[in-house]
């Protein structure tokens, strides 16, 4: 199946601060690449998607970036609040002979201190 | 709220049982997903449907099995439960089933169904 490299597991921030979080993957044949924020006893909400064909995407302090060379995509959160403390997952679905099969990242729990 | 809803919210049930877990997409969405979210395990793919068929699978076991019904509800269905199947089980539903398409492939959650195995 898909490998996926999330980091850091955890990561702690200043209110203001910027948080950049990382998935690596291994299935070049990836083309869909979602980010999702799971605040604590809720469900997992999409925040911001990519798909292979763009390098950058941004959403108001939100963006994520891709590297389709290095195979890997991030998640940019910049003048982070403490709203934007939860877990956060990368969402990796797999192409060739396992087509479909998703993988999430292990998540990062990010805590902004007011 | 997603639009994506799930019943039962709680489930508890005694070892060796076995439990269906339902799960109705947002209007519209063809694509049904479950998932299983623990705390060793995190989030973890199980299965996918679309428009009735089965798309995909993730690490499902054999005692799981899901359908998805011609009104494109799902059903999950957990059987011989063991201590390990506690967890909560989300629903996904997207309006395609192919992330390589070019129509909305974003998965809406769920609020889950926690199930808890004594």
């Known amino acids: 199946g898909e490998n996926v490299e999330q980091h850091p597991s955890t990561l702690s921030v200043q209110e203001g601060d910027s948080a950049v979080i990382k998935c690596t993957y291994s299935?070049?044949?990836?083309?869909?690449f979602p980010w999702y924020k799971q605040e604590l006893g809720k469900r997992p909400q999409l925040i911001i998607d990519?798909?292979?064909?763009?390098g950058e995407k941004k959403d108001q302090r939100i963006a994520v970036t891709l590297n389709k060379t290095a195979k890997h995509f991030s998640l940019h959160i910049t003048e982070t609040q403490p709203e934007d403390s939860a877990v956060y997952f990368c969402?990796?679905?797999?192409?060739?002979?396992?087509?479909?099969?998703?993988?999430f990242g292990q998540g990062t729990i990010l805590t902004v201190h007011p | 709220d997603s639009g994506v809803t799930q019943t039962p919210k709680h489930l508890i049930t005694a070892t060796g049982q076995r439990v269906t877990l339902r799960c109705s997409p947002r209007?519209?969405?063809?694509?049904v997903y479950w998932y299983q979210q623990s705390l060793d395990q995190g989030l973890q793919f199980l299965i996918q449907?679309?428009?009735?068929?089965?798309?995909a699978k993730g690490n499902i076991l054999e005692r799981f099995s899901a359908q998805q019904f011609p009104d494109l509800h799902s059903e999950l269905n957990l059987s011989s439960l063991e201590l390990g199947d506690s967890a909560l089980y989300f629903c996904?539903?997207?309006?395609?089933?192919?992330?390589?398409?070019?129509?909305?492939?974003?998965?809406?959650f769920g609020p889950g169904t926690r199930l808890t195995v004594t």
């Open positions: 449907y679309y428009n009735g068929e089965e798309r």
């Open positions: 996904a539903s997207s309006a395609t089933g192919f992330p390589g398409a070019s129509g909305p492939y974003e998965q809406y």
């Open positions: 969402l990796l679905g797999a192409g060739g002979t396992s087509y479909g099969k998703l993988t």
């Open positions: 990519i798909r292979s064909n763009v």
């Open positions: 299935d070049s044949a990836s083309n869909y």
């Open positions: 209007s519209g969405d063809l694509s």
